[in-house]
C-alpha cells in the first residue's frame, strides 16, 4: 500500500486544493471503526459527513451492491427499472409523500426543489414577481450557484457572483422577522434545515417551525424542508419535520440514503406531486440501479421504528455523557439524535479535533467553534462511551 507521505504529495500535485484535509488518509472501515493506511483504528463520528447510516462494510449493503453491479448498474431514465421504482414507492410508504424525484447530491436534490417551487407558483400565479424563496441565515444547502445563493451565510458567497436572484433570508428562530418576510407577496416558498447543520448543529424552535408553516398555509406558500444532513433517521426520526409536527410540501434528501452510495431525492406532498411534466427536469445517473438498491436496504432497515428509537436512545445517553463530563472546554453540547454539537469555542475547535484523532477518534467542525458529530446510526453504546473516554482524555 503506498504510504501516507506519497499520497499526501501525489494529492497537493493533482488535486484541485478545495479541501482541508485531516492529515490521515483513510483506508476501510467497519461498523462504526476505521482504519487508516498504516492499520490504526478509529470511532467513525463523522460518517463521511454524515452519510454511512448502517457503518462501513454492512454485509446486507454490500450484497446487495454487489449484486445489483452485476446486474446493471446505470440503465438511464429513458427505462423502467424495479430498484429505482421499489425506493420510490418505500419513501412515499414511510412518510406518507406522493411523488419522488432522483437525484445525485444534496445540492441537485436542492436544485430540483427550488424548480419545483418556483414552477408551482408560475404555474398557479403567472406572477414573475411572486418566485422569491425565503431561506434561513446561517443555512447551508449546497454548493452549487443557486443552492449557494440559498445558503445564508455570506462566506460562501464571495468570488462566485453573479447568482441567480430573489433569495431572501429570514433570522432563524425570530417570528417577527419571519412574519414580515412572508409578508412579501413576492415569496412562493421558504426552505429551511430543521438542525442547521454545517453552521453549527442547531436546532430551531418548534414555535418558528410551527409558525412558518402557519403562515404558508395561509398564504400558498411551499413548506420545503432540507434533509439532507438530518434526513434518513439522523435525527430519531426518519426525517426531521416528522418531530417537528408538520408535513412539507417539499423535502430534499442525500447524504445516508445510499448507505454510502451517492443519491439524493425530492419528496413532494399533493400540492406539489405533478408539477414537473415531462422533460421539465432531469439527470442521467438519477434513480440508478445501482444507488437505489443500496436505498432500498437503507430504507428497509432505518425505516424500522425499533431502529429510530435506538437512534433518540443513543443521541440521548452521547448528549448526556459529554455534559457529564462538565470539561470547562465544552461550552453547550446540543443536538437531535445522533446529530450532535459540543460548542467549544473557535480557538480550540481545531486543536480538540486534531487530538481526538491522535486518541483514535474521528469528529468534525461545524460553523466556527463546534465540533460536530454525526456517527455511523449503528454506533453501539460501547463505542459511545469509549469516545466519551477519550473525550475526557482530550477536554480539559
Ligand atoms: N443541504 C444540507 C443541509 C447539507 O448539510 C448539505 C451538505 O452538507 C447539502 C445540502 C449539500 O449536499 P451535497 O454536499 O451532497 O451536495
Excluded at 229 to 249: K, L, S
Excluded at 250 to 267: E, F, Q, Y
Amino acid at each position: 500500500m503506498t504510504d501516507f507521505e506519497t499520497l499526501k504529495t501525489l494529492e497537493h500535485e493533482n488535486v484541485m486544493q478545495t479541501y482541508g484535509r485531516f492529515d490521515l488518509a483513510l483506508d476501510h472501515g467497519q461498523g462504526a471503526l476505521v482504519y487508516d493506511v498504516d492499520g490504526n483504528e478509529y470511532i467513525d463520528l463523522t460518517s463521511g459527513i454524515g452519510v454511512n447510516p448502517l457503518g462501513h462494510n454492512h454485509p446486507g449493503l454490500v450484497k446487495a451492491i454487489s449484486d445489483q453491479a452485476q446486474k446493471m448498474m446505470q440503465a438511464s431514465n429513458l427505462f423502467y427499472t424495479e430498484p429505482m421504482i421499489q425506493a420510490a414507492v418505500k419513501l412515499n410508504q414511510l412518510v406518507g409523500t406522493e411523488k419522488v424525484f432522483f437525484a445525485n447530491s444534496g445540492a441537485e436534490a436542492n436544485e430540483g426543489l427550488i424548480k419545483i417551487a418556483r414552477k408551482y407558483s408560475w404555474d398557479k400565479y403567472h406572477d414573475p414577481e411572486r418566485l422569491t424563496i425565503l431561506t434561513l441565515k446561517n443555512s447551508f444547502h449546497g454548493r452549487t450557484i443557486a443552492t449557494l445563493e440559498a445558503t445564508g451565510q455570506d462566506k460562501f458567497h464571495a468570488n462566485f457572483f453573479p447568482f441567480t436572484e430573489a433569495f431572501e433570508y429570514v433570522e432563524a428562530n425570530n417570528i417577527e422577522d419571519l412574519k414580515e418576510k412572508m409578508a412579501d407577496p413576492k415569496v412562493c416558498a421558504i426552505l429551511m434545515e430543521l438542525v442547521q447543520g454545517e453552521s453549527g448543529v442547531r436546532p430551531l424552535d418548534p414555535a418558528f417551525v410551527s409558525e412558518a408553516a402557519k403562515l404558508c398555509a395561509q398564504n400558498d406558500i411551499l413548506l420545503c424542508i432540507d434533509e439532507v444532513q438530518t434526513g434518513v433517521g439522523r435525527t430519531g426520526t426518519f426525517f426531521a419535520w416528522q418531530q417537528y409536527g408538520i408535513q412539507p410540501d417539499l423535502t430534499s434528501t442525500a447524504k445516508g440514503l445510499g448507505g454510502g452510495v451517492p443519491i439524493g431525492a425530492v419528496l413532494a406532498g399533493p400540492k406539489t406531486a405533478d408539477v414537473l411534466k415531462a422533460g421539465d427536469h432531469g439527470t442521467t445517473f438519477g434513480g440508478n440501479p445501482l444507488a437505489t438498491s443500496a436505498a432500498n436496504v437503507v430504507l428497509d432497515e432505518i425505516g424500522d421504528e425499533a431502529f429510530l428509537k435506538d437512534v433518540q436512545r443513543k443521541g440521548e445517553s452521547f448528549m448526556e455523557q459529554i455534559r457529564a463530563l462538565q470539561s470547562p472546554d465544552v461550552l453547550e453540547v446540543r443536538g437531535l439524535g445522533l446529530m450532535i454539537g459540543i460548542e467549544v469555542g473557535p480557538e480550540k475547535v481545531s486543536d480538540l479535533l486534531a487530538k481526538l484523532i491522535e486518541n483514535g477518534v474521528l469528529a468534525l467542525k461545524a460553523g466556527t467553534g463546534t465540533i460536530r458529530l454525526l456517527p455511523p446510526l449503528v454506533i453501539s453504546d460501547d463505542q459511545i462511551e469509549k469516545a466519551v473516554a477519550v473525550m475526557k482524555e482530550v477536554f480539559a
